[in-house]
């Protein structure tokens, strides 16, 4: 069965994961982390995305990105993808495939759940086990430029992002504050199942309206139900 194109809507944001093959490490080295972050500017500025926020795990990213096209991500991760597996295999000789196939990817709910995710994305090296206690700690992810104004040039703030104060001071004050509390387990939840299933991660409301204009279910339908009830027997 043929696959059927991942949701997208150009001026959404998305937030999207690459995996390594088997779950295997796609950086070692410091220069590994600077080089895909290098050619991940160039296919952004390229490709029409503009990247919110993003962690470089050992074995995985995530980014959050808005396309201004229809293919702006899509492209983006092929040109990436490209560079840095030819890097990859010549500085460790090695060949063969380093992606666990397709990159995994969700439209998202702005007003809702875009600064979750955010959180989300940098508290990435806090959950793992044994990696930081704060996200501070963490030097391949756009913390550092969200929080403390660290100057980073491949995040562009997200209109979400500007709301949270006049200055960029304030901004990245009360940027910091959001990290005081936990993210609950469900919506954790959420954000990953939506994801990995690509599906949309947002309101009841926004879910209506994107499943309205692409016309295709955007969530899981619900199954099974009480078969005595008339309503079931009558549906």
């Not at 989300?120 to 704060?134: C, F, G, K, S, T």
């Not at 990995?196 to 209506?208: E, I, M, T």
């Amino acid at each position: 069965m043929a696959r059927l194109p991942r949701f997208v809507i150009p001026g959404q944001p998305q937030h999207v994961i690459v995996r390594g093959n088997n779950r295997e490490p796609i950086f070692y080295g410091e220069e590994d982390y600077r080089f895909y972050l290098e050619k991940l500017e160039q296919a952004c500025e390229k490709h029409q995305c503009d990247l919110h926020a993003y962690v470089l795990m050992t074995n995985h990213v995530h980014l959050l990105m808005t396309p201004r096209t229809e293919d702006g991500i899509s492209k983006s991760l092929q040109m990436l993808g490209r560079y840095y597996v030819q890097y990859f295999n010549h500085t460790y000789q090695r060949t063969g495939t380093l992606w666990e196939g397709r990159y995994k990817a969700t439209l998202i709910d702005s007003e809702r759940y875009l600064l979750t995710c955010y959180r989300y994305i940098e508290l990435n090296p806090v959950r793992a086990e044994d990696m930081v206690d704060h996200p501070s700690e963490y030097p391949w992810s756009s913390y550092r430029h969200n929080a403390v104004g660290e100057p980073d040039p491949l995040v562009v703030p997200h209109p979400e992002y500007i709301k949270l104060g006049k200055t960029p001071e304030e901004r990245q004050s009360a940027y910091r504050a959001l990290f005081k509390a936990r993210i609950a387990e469900k919506t954790l939840t959420e954000i990953r199942e939506s994801t990995n299933k690509a599906w949309v991660l947002g309101s009841s409301h926004f879910k209506d309206e994107i499943e309205r204009k692409l016309k295709r279910p955007v969530s899981p339908r619900l199954r099974g139900g009480d078969r005595k009830s008339e309503s079931y027997r009558k549906g």
